[in-house]
T-cell receptor, first 118, second 113 residues
Framework: DTGVSQNPRHKITKRGQNVTFRCDPISEHNRLYWYRQTLGQGPEFLTYFQNEAQLEKSRLLSDRFSAERPKGSFSTLEIQRTEQGDSAMYLC????????????????FGSGTQLSVL | KQEVTQIPAALSVPEGENLVLNCSFTDSAIYNLQWFRQDPGKGLTSLLLIQSSQREQTSGRLNASLDKSSGRSTLYIAASQPGDSATYLCAVSPGRGANNLFFGTGTRLTVIP
C-alpha cells in the first residue's frame, strides 16, 4: 500500500496522559500536514512540514502539542497532559511539491487517529 | 475570517437520482476551491479542484461549479449510486498551499438502493 498511513487508528487515554501519533506519508511527497477534526465539523489545520522543516503552526496548536518530522520522512504528533477537549480525529495528509504548480495542492489523506480522552 | 457553509447538512435520495450539493463562502478572495469525500471513520479523498479563474471541473459523474463573485460552489452528482453515500466537504484556500484550507462542515449523503 503506497498511501498515507497513520498509527494507531484509535487511542483511548486518561486525562493528563501523554499520547503520540505517527504518520507515514507517501514516499515521494515532501509536504506533510496535520489536521484535527471534531465530530460534525470540517478538518482544521494544525501544522505542516516541507521536508523536515516545520513551516507553520496554527494558533490551535497549544504548547502541549508538538510535531516533528525527522529526516523529512515520517512525522509524529505528541500531545502532553491530554485534556477532554483534545478528543478528535487527527488527520495527516501529504502532497508532492509539483502539485503546487497545478493550480492548487492536491492532498492525500490518511485514515486518521481517533483520540478519546476520558 | 473565512467561513464556509454547506447546505443541506444531510440528504437522502433514491438510487439513480441526480443531486446538487451546495457550498458558500464569505470571502471571495480565494485561490481555489476543492471538494472532498469522507467515508465514515476515514480520511478525506480529493474529488475535484477548481482554480479561482475556472468556472467548473468535471470528473466522471461529478461536476463542480464555482461562482467566485457570489461566493458559491455546487457539486452535481449524476445518476447517484449507493456507493456515493458519504460526507462531502468543500474547502477554500487563499493560496496555492493547503496550509490555509478552510473547510465546511459537510453534507452527509445517503443514496438508498
Amino acid at each position: 500500500d503506497t498511501g498515507v498511513s497513520q498509527n494507531p487508528r484509535h487511542k483511548i487515554t486518561k486525562r493528563g496522559q501523554n499520547v503520540t501519533f505517527r504518520c507515514d506519508p507517501i514516499s515521494e511527497h515532501n509536504r506533510l500536514y496535520w489536521y484535527r477534526q471534531t465530530l460534525g465539523q470540517g478538518p482544521e489545520f494544525l501544522t505542516y512540514f516541507q521536508n523536515e522543516a516545520q513551516l507553520e503552526k496554527s494558533r490551535l496548536l497549544s504548547d502541549r502539542f508538538s510535531a516533528e518530522r525527522p529526516k523529512g520522512s515520517f512525522s509524529t504528533l505528541e500531545i502532553q497532559r491530554t485534556e477532554q477537549g483534545d478528543s478528535a480525529m487527527y488527520l495527516c495528509a501529504s502532497s508532492a511539491r509539483d502539485s503546487l504548480f497545478l493550480g492548487g495542492e492536491k492532498l492525500f489523506f490518511g485514515s486518521g487517529t481517533q483520540l478519546s480522552v476520558l | 475570517k473565512q467561513e464556509v457553509t454547506q447546505i443541506p447538512a444531510a440528504l437522502s435520495v433514491p438510487e439513480g437520482e441526480n443531486l446538487v450539493l451546495n457550498c458558500s463562502f464569505t470571502d471571495s478572495a480565494i485561490y481555489n476551491l476543492q471538494w472532498f469525500r469522507q467515508d465514515p471513520g476515514k480520511g478525506l479523498t480529493s474529488l475535484l479542484l477548481i482554480q479561482s479563474s475556472q468556472r467548473e471541473q468535471t470528473s466522471g459523474r461529478l461536476n463542480a461549479s464555482l461562482d467566485k463573485s457570489s461566493g458559491r460552489s455546487t457539486l452535481y452528482i449524476a445518476a447517484s449510486q449507493p456507493g456515493d453515500s458519504a460526507t462531502y466537504l468543500c474547502a477554500v484556500s487563499p493560496g496555492r498551499g493547503a496550509n490555509n484550507l478552510f473547510f465546511g462542515t459537510g453534507t452527509r449523503l445517503t443514496v438508498i438502493p
